[in-house]
């Protein structure tokens, strides 16, 4: 069975940065797309950003110009700089091929103000 293990979360001060990392566990084929997502409690989760197949992205606006979505074959990025407070969230990874969809179980990112 295929996980999604994501890494690189943490506390950071306003201002700064971090990296997620998601990596498959095992390989996934035809993958159409990979993506992180985040939720803030009492909020519903959100699309932060999104890699497809031919590495076309998508963005929320309120990410914009802050961070930057990359994969490799099964492992996907995020770079986030440029940190705001409201960042602040549990941020999932996902992957989408053909009609089966992959999450990972979440890393927290805290920004401190």
């Known amino acids: 069975q295929v996980q999604m293990v994501e890494s690189g979360g943490g506390l950071v001060q306003a201002g700064g940065s971090l990296r997620l990392t998601c990596e498959a566990t095992?390989?996934?084929?035809?993958?159409?797309?990979m993506g992180w997502y985040r939720q803030a409690p009492g909020e519903e989760r959100e699309l932060v950003a999104r890699?497809?197949?031919?590495?076309s992205t998508n963005y929320a606006d309120f990410v914009k110009g802050r961070f930057t979505i990359s994969r490799d074959k099964n492992t996907v990025y995020l770079q986030m700089n440029s940190l705001k407070p409201e960042d602040t969230a549990m941020y999932y990874c996902?992957?989408?091929?053909?009609?089966?969809?992959?999450w990972g179980q979440g890393t927290q990112v805290a920004v401190s103000s």
């Open positions: 890699i497809h197949r031919n590495d």
């Open positions: 095992k390989m996934i084929f035809s993958i159409d797309y």
């Open positions: 996902h992957a989408r091929s053909s009609i089966i969809n992959y």
